[in-house]
């Protein structure tokens, strides 16, 4: 397999470089309060979608560009080398759209995706429950029949940004029986009596997550997507884009890595010797630009399945396990060059120093989020070394 970008894409990397080179720059500094950074992301978004560079993996007819996962893997590298602001429309761009695109009505098409693309409007997922996150199947949020439309009871939890987004997919229990059967998939709008989003508070303060209670809210007859019951089907396509856009989103641990190397070769030891010429140091740092390469490697693998019209297989486990402990170790190691001014308050230091320990306590969640550590290690056990189902 030929790892090098192929004239097309290099042509395309070198067209977005310049692009973000002459309008990252006049953006100035994210604010720190998710609130606060919708509102400058917003406009962001904008000339994205002016530039033709939303959506860019979604098809033309839905306002894409109908560009190769290869490509929008190559955006996203070239956002994070720019320092390009973070991806708010994550779950609207990233796995909302491309369900409606697969399964949704042309109504709720129409009504949807374009907004998507523009960042009028960021959406939330609602999937994980107090007793269904790695056995989703488990959930038991309700949704009853209400005139035309439904009636939805239940508490979710570790809703991302459920604070600004307009609209959640949401799955929700509409029959009795058979576990997987009787889930339905539906679009919440978030602005509306009986949806209570209560923010869960992080170890930085920050709260980007969120417990989102469901009581007698409603969902309009024209916003099930899928079949009445047919839920899970759904659901397994958005987890698919979910685990695509997670292994090709922006884990740019090339960029982390260059930036642990800069820090390495300003800092000197307790000996007032510089840091680089220490042994150990000196090791660790080769040990995980080794990692670092072969989890790029990884990555580039799994775009290329995808590219070819394939879905990632056990790679996209193997990815996952191997990037998370990568960026923890990263991070850890930044800080400790740094020292004992690396662990203070985010808000009271260096915005570049504070960036390690917010990335640190980040990849703890990574390690959870979509789908565990231990769930990939499962799935690992028993689709490539051939062990019994868990
Ligand atoms: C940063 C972050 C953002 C998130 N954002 C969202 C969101 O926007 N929307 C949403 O719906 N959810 C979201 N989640 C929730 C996430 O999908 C769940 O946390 C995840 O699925 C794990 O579920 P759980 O927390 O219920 O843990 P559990 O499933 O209860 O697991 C607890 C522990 O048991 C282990 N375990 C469970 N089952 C097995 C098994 N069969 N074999 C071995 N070990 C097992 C797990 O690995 C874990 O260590 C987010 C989570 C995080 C951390």
Redesign the pocket.
């Known amino acids: 397999m030929d790892f090098r970008d192929a004239a097309e894409d290099a042509a395309f990397r070198e067209t977005v470089r310049a692009w973000l080179e002459s309008e990252v720059p006049r953006l100035g500094p994210a604010p720190d309060k998710l609130e606060e950074r919708v509102e400058w992301w917003r406009p962001w978004q904008r000339r994205l979608y002016e530039a033709g560079y939303a959506g860019l993996a979604w098809p033309r007819e839905y306002g894409g560009r109908g560009a190769s996962v290869l490509q929008q893997a190559i955006f996203y590298e070239e956002c994070d080398r720019a320092g390009a602001p973070d991806r708010l429309d994550v ?1 609207g761009a990233g796995f909302a759209g491309p369900t409606l695109i697969e399964h949704g009505t042309a109504a709720q098409k129409t009504r949807f995706l374009d907004r998507i693309l523009t960042g009028e409007d960021l959406w ?5 429950e ?1 007793g ?5 199947a488990a959930l038991t949020t309700r949704a009853t029949r209400d005139g035309e439309g439904w009636r939805i009871e239940g508490q ?6 459920a604070q600004v987004a307009e609209y959640a997919i949401l799955l929700a229990r509409t029959g009795e029986g058979e576990r997987h059967r009787g889930i339905s998939f539906f679009i919440l709008p978030m602005r509306q009596p009986g949806v209570d989003v209560r923010p869960l508070r992080q170890m930085l303060g920050g709260a ?2 969120n417990e989102v209670f469901l009581d007698g809210a409603h969902v309009p007859g024209d916003l099930l997507v899928g079949q009445l019951g047919g839920g899970w089907k759904v659901a397994m396509s958005t987890l698919g884009y979910e685990r695509a856009a997670i292994a090709t989103g922006r884990v740019n641990t090339l960029r982390l890595l260059d930036e642990l190397i800069a820090l390495v070769r300003d800092a000197r030891g307790a000996d007032g010797l510089p840091l680089g010429r220490d042994a150990f140091v000196r090791q660790r740092l080769a040990e995980l630009y080794t990692r670092m390469t072969l989890q790029r490697l990884t990555g580039k693998r799994i775009l290329s399945t995808l590219a070819e019209g394939g879905a990632p297989g056990p790679e996209a486990s193997t990815a996952k396990l191997f990037t998370t402990p990568l960026v923890e170790e990263i991070c850890d190691f930044a800080l400790s060059v740094i020292g004992i001014e690396g662990q203070e308050e985010p808000a009271d230091t260096d915005p570049a120093r504070a960036k390690w320990l917010r990335l640190a306590y ?1 990849a703890r ?2 390690s ?8 990939q ?2 799935i690992l056990a028993e689709r490539v070394l051939g062990m019994p189902r ?1």
Request: aromatic share 12%; hydrophobic share 40%; net charge negative.
């Open positions: 779950i939330c997922q609602l999937f994980s107090p269904a996150g790695s056995d989703l979710k939890v570790w809703t991302s940004a980007e997550f980040q969640g990574t959870i989020a979509g789908g565990t550590t231990f769930i290690r499962n868990d």
